[in-house]
């Protein structure tokens, strides 16, 4: 006895299974016609026949419609005859749709013999051509016997006078062209004049920037120099079964040289350079950036076989390479940017590709207990009037195409001419075009854009590394005249760890117009200082503290400064400062003094410590009281602990809080537990412990304070008398040695510290009653500087 059949088994992943084969596929009866289907030759045949009616009450102004219609039906009889074979069609058509064995019969043994034949005896081609002549030859008789009714004739005479009719209507004619035209070319001109634009074209000796005039990024000019060495020589890769890259995407902070370094590639190669400009393609109508995309790419051909090559440069790329947060995820979406992720040990790559599969599927499901999203409500609708961003309204997948879509033969004659004369066209050129983007939002670039073959190379072009800096202030203040040693630019580069060429060039011009303004031609130091300390914190107010709450804020910004002083390793003070601007009374800043790509959990703590200082420093001054200027402090260590506890493995425990909370451990099965809220526990159990971490760090803070209350005291001193201190400044009062501005020996008298005891003990009491008594500064006087250490 034969097995049955098994069925076929469910996919895990819920696809459908796979079809057995072609047979499966057949349907046992015809699929049903549309009603258009079913009536659209009835109602062309009742509408001939109309015609034909119309054209015998024109041609006899006596003869009214219902005698014309009579005269037609025995006239126009062959219209019938094909009504007649239309209903036979339509009712043939309706039983094999409900009939599998009439279906089966003419599908299998009557037209499936029929197609043996003629599969048998003539190519697809030969069938094809036929097919088309038989159309054309049965349209040419319709039209030939309406027409001949029309003019009273027979049809093969109404068609020999084809072209005499067709001249004698010609001026009607026309002017229905004319008008068509006109309506035509008013769309085609709004949309011609809307799609120019945006592209700046640059030819080779317009280019003067060279590989010379970009500073800091060598690392990045390297590699970039390969593609050139490919763009100028395709044969190289080419002849050995490669193909040359030619896209390249530059990815990094604002004002690091991008492009600037794409200018560099157009000027080394000599070839000219397209820069298109980021807010081309956002346009009011919809397909006019499709109409751009094209017209960009037609451009980019002519000049690529004219000159050889081509570079296209797409600045602020992430405006037209995104099809929105839809696709790519979103803000906190699950979007993978392996290429652009953040430093640190890359711990996806150690685990196997099975783990990688279920953390990847784990990250992909959405926590049962997140509010749904609407799609309603992140749904970007368009319309006629709204192109919509750079990205979207089919732009993108102009661009996607026009990257690596298939490259049609050059000419009309070659594409068109060749084909009537059974020729293949000429394949198309090899069109030398290097595309460069660049963006500072990688993360919201299209996936289908990144792909090798459209963008083979992603570089990142990151904030210069100290040498990198030194060499970009070296380049722009030799442009200048000034009195800059080596040593300080090698300070200046300590000082300014994130400064890119844009930063540093507006820094050397900033500088330049102080030296002016003070009516010198040549840069000092001083200059540079004032420029930064400019830039950094912007213009401060004009605006004077009373003196009791003057110094309050230098007690409150001294206590971080000897807090940092203290216990920051890993960083120096750059600048302190009491002088109020546009979102803060005062500022400690801090800068490392080398570049560090790994943070540590020391680094950390000291961090947190810093921040509670202005807390524990109040309290300690102020009688254990507290101004609401902590709040910004207390904000940063709270968040700081809440990475160390729940992220980092830098608290009492090593689990991640986020992977916890996504995969509710605690809860069996994923369910919720009744009169159990798992996330809270979580919450709460997170918190008791950042609580605890912050206690402990406030604690030595207040030790580490106590420890140095006479620091605090000078410092605050100097503060109020000089408003701004750089870290040299805050070194020599520690020190009580001679600093750039502050003369830090007066505090190693003990006298001059305790009239400072004395001056603070009156501002606390001043504070606390809020009176208005004036507080005299106390002025130091001069003493001999004890050697450096010596405190």
Known sequence: ??????????????????????????????????????????????????????????????????????????????????????????????????????????TARVFGRFEHVTHR????????????????????????????????????????????????????????????????????????????????????????????????????????????????????????????????????????????????????????????????????????GILKVKGLFRKLRRLALRYGGVIVFFDEADSLGNRGMITQGGPGGQRSTAPFAASGCHGFSYLSAATQWQLAKDRAAASPDEEPVVRRSKQVLGGMMNGGNGGGMGTLQALLTELSGLKKPRGFVNRYLRRVFGMRPKPPPKYRILVMMATNMPEALDEALLRPGRIDRIYK?????????????????AKVRHELTAEHLDKLATITPYATGATIKDLVNESLINAIRNGRDVITWPDVIKAKQLKELGPPEDVEYIERERHAVAVHEACHA???????????????????????????????????FTRWRSEYETDILVSLASLAGERMFFQSDSSSGVSGDLEQATAVASYMEGYWGMGTTVSSYSTAKRLEVGSPGGKRLKGKDVEAELRHALADRIEDNLSVLLSRTEEILRENRQHVLALAHALESHKTLSGEDVAAVFLHTRGPLVDGTPYASQEFLAELDAYHTAAARAHREHSMEGLSLPEPEEVEALPQGAA
């Open 1 to 106: 006895m034969r097995k049955a059949k098994a069925p076929a088994a469910e996919d895990p992943d819920g696809l459908s299974p796979t079809a057995a084969g072609p047979m499966d596929l057949l349907k046992k009866t015809r699929k049903p016609l549309e009603l258009w289907d079913r009536l659209k030759f009835t109602i062309l045949l009742a509408l001939l026949w109309l015609i034909l009616v119309w054209s015998m009450m024109a041609n006899n102004p006596l003869v009214g419609f219902i005698d014309a219609a009579k005269t037609q039906v025995r006239a126009a009889w062959w219209v019938f005859a094909l009504l007649g074979i239309e209903v036979l069609r339509q009712a043939h058509y309706l039983i094999s749709e409900h009939s599998p064995s009439y279906h089966q019969f003419w």
């Open 121 to 288: 005896k003539m190519s697809a081609w030969t069938r094809f051509r036929l097919t088309r002549l038989i159309y054309i030859v049965f349209w040419l008789a319709v039209i030939a016997i309406v027409t001949g009714k029309i003019i009273h004739t027979s049809p093969i005479e109404a068609l020999a006078r084809g072209p005499e009719l067709i001249w004698h209507n010609l001026p009607f004619v026309l002017q229905i062209v004319v008008y068509f035209f006109i309506i035509i070319l008013q769309f085609v001109g709004l949309f011609w004049f809307m799609s120019r634009g945006g592209v700046d074209v640059y030819y080779p000796a317009d280019i003067q920037t060279r590989f010379a005039d970009v500073w800091g990024q060598d690392h990045v000019v390297e590699r970039v120099k390969e593609n050139i060495i490919f763009l100028e020589n395709p044969e190289l890769v080419e002849e050995r079964g490669g193909y040359v890259p030619g896209g390249v995407l530059l990815w990094g902070p604002p004002g690091t040289g991008k492009t600037l370094m794409a200018e560099a590639v157009a000027g080394e190669t000599g070839k000219p350079y397209v820069f298109v400009d980021p807010g081309a393609f956002i346009n009011m109508f919809m397909g006019v």
């Open 461 to 477: 072009v990151g904030y210069p590394s100290k040498a990198g800096r030194i060499r970009t202030y070296e380049g722009y203040f």
């Open 562 to 596: 000897v807090v940092a002083y203290r216990t920051r390793q890993h960083m120096e003070i750059d600048l302190a400062t009491i002088e109020k601007g546009g979102n803060y009374l005062g500022m400690v800043a801090s800068i490392p003094p080398e570049d560090q």
